[in-house]
T-cell receptor, first 112, second 110 residues
Framework: DADVTQTPRNRITKTGKRIMLECSQT?????MYWYRQDPGLGLQLIYYSFDVKDINKGEISDGYSVSRQAQAKFSLSLESAIPNQTALYFCATSGGYGDGYTFGSGTRLTVV | QQPVQSPQAVILREGEDAVINCSSSKALYSVHWYRQKHGEAPVFLMILLKGGEQKGHDKISASFNEKKQQSSLYLTASQLSYSGTYFC???????????FGAGTTVTVRA
């Protein structure tokens, strides 16, 4: 099993629909992140969580919300999807200082 | 606040060398390097810590210049498997969330 699992892998949804992307990790880490990737723009931080009770906005949180259901689970929701939220979404986890990120395989989301 | 990477793209023949640079407008505490193959997730290559040594991963190494606020990734004797997009990631202040550069796409040809 992968260390970080994202579901679904691909999703097409309509404008205005609410959609949830799920992420779970088996690394036992407290820190989890959601990033969005657009061509040529690298990875932009949406939300991050340093433990179950700690949720923080990243650079581009407008239009998104998150839920940290457990140490291992961190979900991203688009409350009312719009076409410019079409992107590749990655979940990641890390240990403490000096530890690299482990990314999930990504969710390719298309909003039509 | 996003780190600046250069060049945006580089094309190499097998066996050639390349350097990718990552610059920050703020003081650096550490630098991460990742590689992403097309259609896949980014994979962690290495981290350089302030005051730490130059790191290596196969024939890929990196340096960290705190005074110049930049890091460089060195691809030595490139192999076909080195193709992909390389990202540097810098922490905000001494926090542990990363800001990533836009990436450098490396294409290695036979």
């Amino acid at each position: 099993d992968a260390d970080v699992t994202q579901t679904p892998r691909n999703r097409i949804t309509k404008t205005g629909k609410r959609i949830m992307l799920e992420c779970s990790q088996t690394k036992g880490h407290d820190r989890m992140y959601w990033y969005r990737q657009d061509p040529g723009l690298g990875l932009q931080l949406i939300y991050y969580s340093f433990d179950v009770k700690d949720i923080n906005k990243g650079e581009i949180s407008d239009g998104y919300s998150v839920s940290r259901q457990a140490q291992a689970k961190f979900s991203l929701s688009l409350e009312s999807a719009i076409p410019n939220q079409t992107a590749l979404y990655f979940c990641a986890t890390s240990g403490g200082y000096g530890d690299g990120y482990t990314f999930g395989s990504g969710t390719r989301l298309t909003v039509v | 606040q996003q780190p600046v990477q250069s060049p945006q793209a580089v094309i190499l023949r097998e066996g050639e060398d390349a350097v990718i640079n990552c610059s920050s407008s703020k003081a650096l505490y550490s630098v991460h390097w990742y590689r992403q193959k097309h259609g896949e997730a980014p994979v962690f290559l290495m981290i350089l810590l302030k005051g730490g040594e130059q790191k290596g991963h196969d024939k890929i190494s990196a340096s960290f210049n705190e005074k110049k606020q930049q890091s460089s990734l060195y691809l030595t004797a490139s192999q076909l498997s080195y193709s992909g997009t390389y990202f540097c990631g810098l922490p905000y202040l001494n926090d542990y969330k990363l800001s990533f550069g836009a990436g450098t796409t490396v294409t290695v040809r036979a």
